[in-house]
């Protein structure tokens, strides 16, 4: 079985703050896929990232930034200089050989002006 | 192009009523999958086709939840005998193929009175 930790339930900054958003994953698999979505009060899920297993190399893209680590089983995601507009539920989410998806809980992250 | 399509936005009923929910993928996508969330939760697997068969439906919740996919392309998520507890946003998302990164599509929220 397959599980996704979002342990952080919700985060308020201030706006130019970094924020990190944590996320642990536990699965048997050797190939997997880690994601990122953006949920804004709109509702719709954006993609944000794709990961292999094999790709432990970070990234980055503008503002954020992604850090993947095998050995502690964790992909967080850092928003550099935070802007309102990123406030929005946050969710990581883990695909294995199933080829079904295992969300977190999400972190509701709020940027106050 | 087009994004991922579901028609309605929302959805009334009373229990024990039927219902039909629509998913126009992203044209060319093989897979599609649906998804019910819950407030505060992270979406939940329900069934996911490759091309017109269900090649995964062991997140449907019970027989009353029953989806089709004749053509390869709009899927419909059908309930029976709604109950107060299938109120929910159901979400649809589409990929070129299994594991590759999916795209959501706004959702339906269906309220079961």
């Known amino acids: 079985a397959q599980k996704v930790t979002q342990a952080q339930t919700e985060i308020s900054v201030v706006e130019k703050e970094d924020v990190t958003l944590d996320c642990v994953y536990e699965?048997?698999?050797?190939?997997?896929?880690l994601f990122w979505y953006k949920q804004p009060p709109s509702g719709e899920l954006v993609f944000l990232i794709r990961?292999?297993?094999?790709?432990?190399q970070n990234e980055i893209s503008g503002r954020y930034s992604w850090n993947f680590q095998k050995s502690t089983s964790s992909f967080n995601f850092t928003i550099t200089a935070s802007q309102v507009v990123d406030s929005a539920v946050y969710f990581c989410?883990?695909?294995?050989?199933?080829?079904?998806?295992?969300f977190g809980r999400g972190t509701s992250l709020i940027v106050h002006p | 192009g087009a994004g991922v399509s579901q028609t309605p936005s929302n959805k009334v009923t009373e229990k024990g009523k039927y219902v039909e929910l629509r998913c126009d993928p992203i044209?060319?996508?093989?897979?599609l999958y649906w998804y019910r969330q819950s407030l505060g939760q992270g979406p939940e697997f329900l069934i996911y086709?490759?091309?017109?068969?269900?090649?995964?439906d062991s997140g449907l919740p019970n027989d009353r939840f029953f989806a089709v996919r004749p053509e390869g392309s709009v899927s419909t998520l059908k309930i029976q005998r709604t109950e107060r507890g299938d109120s929910a946003v159901y979400l649809c998302?589409?990929?070129?193929?299994?594991?590759?990164?999916?795209?959501f599509g706004p959702g339906t929220r269906l309220t079961v009175l």
């Open positions: 998302a589409s990929s070129l193929r299994e594991a590759d990164t999916q795209y």
């Open positions: 699965t048997r698999d050797t190939t997997y896929y």
């Open positions: 990961r292999n297993s094999f790709d432990e």
């Open positions: 989410a883990l695909t294995g050989g199933s080829y079904i998806p295992t």
């Open positions: 044209s060319g996508h093989t897979a």
């Open positions: 086709f490759q091309g017109t068969g269900a090649a995964d």
